[in-house]
């Protein structure tokens, strides 16, 4: 498939041109747009998300998963594929393949310059709508901070920040913890980016 299909698809087309596929691509409102591929630092935190919170959840009902999984936004008919999903219950997956998530309950995304505003503004608008949906998380690349958004009884999302590698944040949908050590083992950080945290979102 091309970076951008101009002749509008259906998404039973793209699913099936998408399960041939060598490399991902998002659908939504019939088309079909290539997912650029992470550098070596947003592969870094991405793995190191999923094995923490994996091993977490070992021995119970919640599960972990890596980009490979795809997610289907109901409300947008946005179908994407988040860096890291968690979920607390059993999956409840789309159509006889089963590789299509409904239910995600925590959606992980690593920051790069090539998505960051996409992942703050309408990706993020479209997750939002789904009902599982209770955390979001954003992850700078380039200094060490961890946003993090938890939905409330009320339907607003409270924000919280760490900024600090002896900071843990707490995922209280999926009862894990995510320490800002194990989130950045082995990801080197400058320190002219590390002292000036809007460096953070650069890829």
């Known amino acids: 498939m091309a970076v951008a299909v101009a002749e509008l698809i259906s998404p039973q087309e793209y699913l099936e041109l998408e ?5 991902k691509h998002e659908y939504i409102a019939g088309r079909v747009i290539e997912m650029a591929g992470g550098s070596e630092k947003h592969n870094t935190i991405a793995s190191n998300v999923l094995i923490t919170l994996g091993f977490q959840l070992r021995g119970r009902l919640g599960k972990a998963y890596s980009s ?6 109901p409300a947008t008919g946005l179908y994407t594929y988040p860096d890291v999903t968690a979920i607390a219950d059993k999956p409840l997956l789309d ?11 925590v959606i992980v995304e ?6 960051e505003q996409y992942d703050r503004g309408e990706k993020f608008q479209n997750y ?3 009902d599982s ?9 380039d200094s060490h901070r961890v946003e993090h958004y938890v939905r409330q009884s009320n339907g607003q999302w409270l924000f919280s920040e760490a900024t600090s590698l002896e900071a843990t944040i707490h995922l209280p949908s999926i009862d894990c913890e995510l320490p800002l050590r194990d989130v950045y083992d082995k990801v080197e950080i400058s320190a002219s980016s590390a002292s ?8």
């Open 133 to 141: 949906l209770q955390e979001y998380i954003m992850i700078a690349q």
């Open 110 to 115: 690593v920051l790069s310059d090539s998505t």
């Open 19 to 23: 399960r041939k596929s060598e490399t």
């Open 128 to 130: 939002r709508t789904i």
């Open 196 to 203: 000036h945290p809007l460096n953070g979102h650069q890829g």
């Open 95 to 105: 159509d006889s393949e089963r590789d299509i998530l409904l239910n995600p309950t």
């Open 68 to 73: 490979d999984m795809r997610v289907y936004v």
